[in-house]
């Protein structure tokens, strides 16, 4: 079938398009008026909007927001004017917002943007915002009367570096967004998109959402096993955090024992709020706030260990979990993970390891889960959920976004891998969901071979990868860090960055050990009691690690304040004095690829457990890469400058000034 869409330029005039859809293959034409690669030409970012250029030209025109829910995902959902449900679909591999009719599961629109999408949310009066996570910037759109028309682009927004997830006020006068690179909460006036505040939050910041009474924002983090709180009621809101750590108890111990050891967490990006007064089952969920999660044991970091961290015999190294906030009291209600696998079972092939999406409707949790492709049920009423499944979906490849219609008949999967949408009847009897082909751009996309290496990336549950179910984006989530140190065969170990630190970084590994990537690669399987790809597949994933997307750090420029002490930082940085350069040399990916002897655990070298010598680290996003040392004993930049010693440059003489300053360029490396 053949259908016409349009592409826009700056001035929103539409270009004659055709674009060649098809139910079983991509988009196979060229977009006419178009750049070559087949994306749809868009003009240069503006900086931030000021005045009303955000707000509606046509009010009451097109499709208007479907349910309760105010906060973003990678699919949105809303009602048309002829009653029919419309999806936004945000396909974070091309510059793409995509439509598509629910009712008949087929596409009628693509909306060229100014980037790749992230997430995407309906506002109260039918605008759509999308978050454009490599451009640093949002991007607003107004409906037409037709669902089956483009949006119409009505301004961009500049925000700080990779913004994610979005969630609306009760009142909807403010949209807020997540910044995950620079950490940040930024608070925008709904109708101008201008900024009302911006808050500093701890690392990997993603899903936000708001009270029902509107008084606070509540925000996940990807690392760290916390969710932050910030108060909305004040002209000057506060930052307040919730502890989501949990201990392992065994499901034979009935009281506080021996028997249970804490747990810290990792893949904290989904978030989803219950909007209910309660159910048949007189459960009052109402204000509640669900978090996907992982539970994981590092090991202790001074013991030695045969791979990474410390299997549980029961639970495994990592294992899915759901913790349960009370809003008002700014609680866990889930404080223990009960461990009911069977001694014998050296992995859950299905668990729910790298939870991504989640949605909330009458007394049920709906998560989405990468690495075993499913979309899970689960008993919201439950201390934690992710011990309460109730039901499971196969769903095609990567799924990342959900979204339920108001009614809670069906839930609209996204799956970003095979770029396939999935509308399932939740009362059916339906296991097997199949996928809706969404078109592609001429020349957009992935390759099939880095396409499988972003697969097998984050494939859980399997053999050949781990013995426990570990995923490479276990440890590596979004191809960065999970933040914690590791006990190992040497001594305990950080996990380090790979987006954007792969290249011209050689030797591999804490120690240098790995001449290749592919060298280091085996030897992590090795580790991991994985059984190994075959040639191909580990080509292809070597292929997707070596290119993963590093942060995009174009933002507005720094204040001058700031940027001169960036530039003293600099100069320190490069000085003989600091004699920092030397070993990570800017010019050379800010490293020497040579070992430097600068000090392990003392209990590790006293039993010879641990080398001295370690090879020189890129410091390429080092900011944003905390804890320091291959210890992690150092847990910010300021606290590694002000311990170091000779082993490792000379700060030691800096006065305070200049230690913020050399902190402050290291932060924007």
């Known amino acids: 079938m053949m259908?016409?869409?349009?592409?826009?330029?700056?001035?929103?005039?539409?270009?004659?398009?055709?674009?060649?859809?098809?139910?079983?293959?991509?988009?196979?034409?060229?977009l006419s008026g178009c750049s070559a690669s087949g994306h749809a030409t868009a003009p240069p970012l503006p900086g931030r909007v000021s005045g009303a250029t955000c707000a509606r030209l046509h009010p009451g025109v097109g499709a208007r927001r479907e349910g309760p829910q105010r906060q973003s995902s990678a699919v949105a959902l809303a009602l048309a004017g002829n009653g029919a449900t419309v999806?936004?679909?945000?396909?974070?591999?091309?510059?793409?917002?995509?439509?598509?009719?629910?009712?008949?599961?087929?596409?009628?629109?693509?909306?060229?943007?100014?980037?790749?999408?992230?997430?995407?949310?309906?506002?109260?009066?039918?605008?759509?915002?999308?978050?454009?996570?490599?451009?640093?910037?949002?991007?607003?759109?107004?409906?037409?009367?037709?669902?089956?028309?483009?949006?119409?682009?009505?301004?961009?927004?500049?925000?700080?570096a990779e913004p994610i997830a979005m969630a609306s006020t009760p009142d909807e006068s403010t949209?807020?967004?997540?910044?995950?690179?620079?950490?940040?909460?930024?608070?925008?006036?709904?109708?101008?998109?201008?900024?009302?505040?911006?808050?500093?939050?701890?690392?990997?910041?993603?899903?936000?959402?708001?009270?029902?009474?509107?008084?606070?924002?509540?925000?996940?983090?990807?690392?760290?096993?916390?969710?932050s709180v910030v108060d909305l009621s004040t002209t000057e809101p506060d930052v307040r955090h919730i502890d989501l750590r949990t201990r392992v108890r065994d499901e034979t111990f009935r009281a506080p024992s021996a028997k249970e050891a804490t747990r810290v967490g990792c893949q904290g990006f989904a978030l989803t709020l219950a909007v209910d007064e309660g159910d048949r089952r007189g459960a009052k969920l109402d204000g509640?706030?669900?978090?996907?999660?992982?539970?994981?044991?590092?090991?202790?970091?001074?013991?030695?260990?045969?791979?990474?961290?410390?299997?549980?015999?029961?639970?495994?190294?990592?294992?899915?979990?759901?913790?349960?906030?009370?809003?008002?009291?700014?609680?866990?209600?889930?404080?223990a993970v009960l461990a009911v696998r069977s001694s014998s079972q050296p992995a859950k092939v299905d668990e729910c390891l790298l939870p991504r999406a989640a949605a909330y409707h009458a007394g049920s949790l709906y998560v989405t889960c990468l690495g075993i492709d499913a979309l899970v049920r689960l008993d919201a009423r439950a201390l934690d959920p992710?011990?309460?499944?109730?039901?499971?979906?196969?769903?095609?490849?990567?799924?990342?976004?959900?979204?339920?219609?108001?009614?809670?008949?069906?839930?609209?999967?996204?799956?970003?891998?095979?770029r396939e949408v999935s509308v399932i009847p939740l009362d059916g009897d339906q296991t097997h969901a199949a996928g809706i082909p969404l078109s592609r751009g001429a020349g957009s996309g992935l390759t099939a071979e880095l396409a499988l290496?972003?697969?097998?990336?984050?494939?859980?549950?399997?053999?050949?990868?781990?013995?426990?179910?570990?995923?490479?984006?276990?440890?590596?989530?979004?191809?960065?860090?999970?933040?914690?140190t590791w006990a190992t065969p040497e001594g305990p170990r950080q996990?380090?960055?790979?987006?954007?630190?792969?290249?011209?970084?050689?030797?591999?590994?804490?120690l240098g050990a790995g001449a290749t990537v592919d060298d280091h690669v085996t030897r992590t399987f090795q580790r991991l009691e994985g059984t190994g790809l075959d040639r191909a597949e580990k080509t292809a994933l070597l292929a997707y690690v070596s290119t993963m997307a590093a942060p995009s750090t174009r933002a507005v420029p720094p204040p001058a304040a700031r940027q001169r002490l960036i530039e003293r930082g600099e100069a320190l940085f490069r000085s003989d004095a600091t004699e920092c350069s030397t070993c990570h040399d800017p010019a050379h990916a800010f490293s020497d690829g040579e070992r430097h002897a600068v000090g392990g655990s003392t209990r590790a070298k006293k039993a010879k457990r641990q080398p001295d010598s370690f090879d020189t680290p890129s410091?390429?996003?080092?900011?944003?890469?905390?804890?320091?040392?291959?210890?992690?004993?150092?847990?910010?930049?300021?606290e590694l400058l002000s311990a170091s010693d000779h082993a490792m440059g000379y700060t030691l003489q800096l006065s305070r000034d200049d230690r913020a300053a050399l902190a402050a360029y290291l932060e924007g490396q």
């Open 495 to 510: 996990t380090p960055m790979l987006a954007g630190r792969i290249e011209g970084t050689a030797p591999y590994g804490w």
């Open 288 to 335: 509640r706030v669900f978090a996907p999660m992982v539970a994981v044991d590092p090991g202790n970091p001074e013991q030695p260990a045969s791979g990474y961290g410390r299997p549980d015999p029961v639970l495994g190294t990592e294992t899915g979990e759901v913790s349960v906030v009370d809003a008002a009291a700014e609680r866990a209600l889930t404080r």
């Open 453 to 484: 290496g972003r697969r097998l990336f984050h494939l859980a549950g399997d053999a050949r990868i781990s013995r426990d179910g570990r995923a490479c984006a276990s440890c590596h989530p979004d191809g960065r860090e999970d933040a914690l």
């Open 619 to 638: 410091l390429r996003f080092v900011g944003g890469t905390a804890p320091y040392f291959h210890d992690g004993r150092y847990a910010t930049l300021e």
């Open 386 to 418: 992710g011990r309460a499944e109730l039901r499971r979906w196969q769903v095609p490849s990567g799924p990342t976004g959900v979204a339920l219609d108001a009614a809670g008949a069906r839930a609209v999967v996204w799956s970003q891998f095979d």
């Open 3 to 30: 259908t016409t869409l349009p592409c826009r330029t700056s001035r929103g005039l539409r270009l004659a398009a055709s674009l060649a859809l098809t139910a079983a293959a991509p988009l196979s034409a060229v």
């Open 87 to 160: 999806a936004y679909i945000a396909d974070a591999d091309e510059p793409m917002l995509h439509t598509l009719d629910v009712d008949g599961k087929r596409e009628v629109a693509v909306t060229p943007l100014h980037g790749a999408p992230e997430q995407v949310i309906v506002l109260s009066d039918g605008r759509v915002a999308v978050t454009l996570r490599h451009e640093n910037a949002l991007q607003i759109l107004e409906p037409s009367a037709s669902a089956a028309t483009p949006l119409e682009p009505r301004c961009v927004v500049d925000l700080p």
């Open 175 to 227: 949209l807020l967004v997540t910044s995950g690179w620079a950490h940040r909460l930024t608070a925008l006036d709904a109708a101008t998109g201008a900024a009302r505040f911006e808050k500093d939050l701890p690392r990997e910041p993603r899903s936000v959402v708001v009270s029902r009474d509107g008084t606070k924002a509540f925000v996940a983090h990807v690392v760290g096993a916390q969710m």
